[in-house]
């Protein structure tokens, strides 16, 4: 992109990403830009030497920077969500200053260990922790993954003390752990390879038809002497996720981590010293610097987003049921429980109208029938809905909808039409036929 070709009616200037340069040539990346996020490179001409530019502090701290997608709009933000522009940022700030191996003592280094540091603070802060019960991982699955083992692991090194004290008396106990049916695979598929391995016994408690949710008092009915560990998650994926607008990276937080009667943590991998050799491994710095920053965004302006996102999500279901009257299912949305404010799945009802094929059919919405991990399962009821009550043949239509922090009123409009016009295809094909 050339300079004199940049989109000038912006709302903020954040370099992306340092440019190699092959004599005079200048090699840019191929990113389309939104008026939302103007991405500049400067580059002096007589050095390879990148200047940093982010004026984002100047102007609205909210806006992102997403690949525009003309003649569409996106609204698959519990699969993913484009980066915000301060995010994008400081992963760029800390690729080009704070490179170095967190764990040398040299300049660089200490730049990187200074970097994760104000991260690990900024997540600890976001959800009322401390620093030091903050572990970075790669990922949700890996922290799910560590959590699981570590259970494992701390049941049979206080198996004895149990035994002693009479809370076990039986030779042939396994660990149990109580979990429900809605989880997302990276804890499901691990609960089930402990029960095939007979490493643990397993409690999947089903959710209430009333409410969609787990009930307490069925979670405590559950429970053993044996039970080691209880996992359910907060916010079902296909239903309602919290969102961050960060990077693809996770961190763990373990309640008083490496402290009396804290929560027991024990590492998967076995190599360096870092994060305190819970999650050895030369530590992601970029990365873990976007996810800090995104969390200090939730951390200032999440009421603010909250109250975006519910009010565009509650706008596009009155829509939907104005537009098909009588003719479309919200799932999850039942007497009782709450939602996540952006997260709207729902069912067009009719025969032939599964969700699969409605969206293949729309021109311009970008969603999906659930969990992006299950994409490729596109004529499957989810397990999810069926498990909270929803009947197969409504299941088998629904649509997630996932609007965020820059969807707008004007998209759900286009997207409402979009979907008709859609339905009004297939419909018009089967009458044919």
């Excluded at 990346?29 to 200047?51: G, H, R, W």
């Amino acid at each position: 992109m050339n300079p004199e070709e940049r989109n000038t009616d912006v709302d903020s200037k954040v370099v992306l990403l340092p440019q190699k340069r092959l004599g005079k040539q200048m090699h840019h990346l191929p990113l389309k830009q939104t008026s939302s996020c103007n991405i500049t490179t400067i580059a002096s001409e007589e050095s390879d030497e990148c200047v940093i530019s982010d004026e984002s502090s100047q102007t609205d701290e909210s806006s992102i920077c997403e690949t525009e997608y003309r003649n569409s709009v996106y609204l698959d933000y519990n699969a993913t969500t484009p980066l915000d522009c301060e995010v994008l940022a400081a992963i760029n700030q800390a690729l080009h200053v704070a490179w170095g191996n967190p764990s040398s003592s040299h300049e660089a280094g200490i730049n990187a260990k200074t970097v994760i540091k104000e991260s690990r603070d900024q997540v600890a802060t976001m959800i009322g922790a401390s620093a030091e019960e903050i572990i970075f991982t790669s990922g949700g699955t890996e922290s799910n993954n560590l959590v699981l083992n570590s259970a494992i692991k701390h049941f049979w090194n206080s198996y004895a003390k149990k035994t002693s004290e009479g809370m076990i008396t039986n030779d042939s106990v396994r660990p149990h752990i109580v979990s429900s049916s809605l989880e997302h695979d990276s804890i499901k598929l691990v609960l089930e390879y402990f029960r095939q391995q007979k490493i643990a016994d397993i409690t999947f408690v089903s959710p209430s038809l009333e409410t969609g949710r787990v009930e307490v008092k069925d979670v405590i009915s559950a429970m053993k002497p044996s039970t080691c560990l209880v996992t359910v998650m907060l916010a079902n994926n296909e239903t309602g996720i919290i969102q961050f607008y960060g990077p693809r990276i996770g961190a763990l937080y373990v309640k008083k981590l490496d402290k009396e009667n804290g929560a027991a943590l024990y590492p998967m991998f076995y190599g360096g010293g870092q994060e305190r050799n819970f999650r050895p491994g030369t530590e992601n710095t970029g990365m873990i610097a976007g996810l800090g920053k995104a969390c200090e965004l939730v951390t200032r302006n999440i009421k603010r987003y909250e109250k975006h996102m519910r009010t565009v999500r509650d706008h596009l279901e009155k829509q939907l049921e104005l537009t098909f009257p009588n003719g479309v299912h919200f799932n999850g949305r039942l007497t009782g429980s709450e939602r996540i404010p952006n997260t709207c799945n729902v069912s067009i009802l009719g025969k032939g109208l599964e969700g699969h094929k409605v969206l293949s059919r729309a021109q311009k919405v970008q969603a999906s029938v659930g969990a992006a991990c299950h994409s490729s399962t596109v004529s499957r009821a989810s397990p999810i809905l069926l498990a909270i009550g929803i009947p197969e043949e409504v299941a088998k239509n629904a649509i997630r909808l996932s609007v965020g922090r820059h969807s707008t009123l004007q998209e759900v409009e286009t997207v409402v039409k979009d979907i008709k016009t859609s339905v009004n295809l297939i419909l018009s094909s089967s009458a044919t036929c």
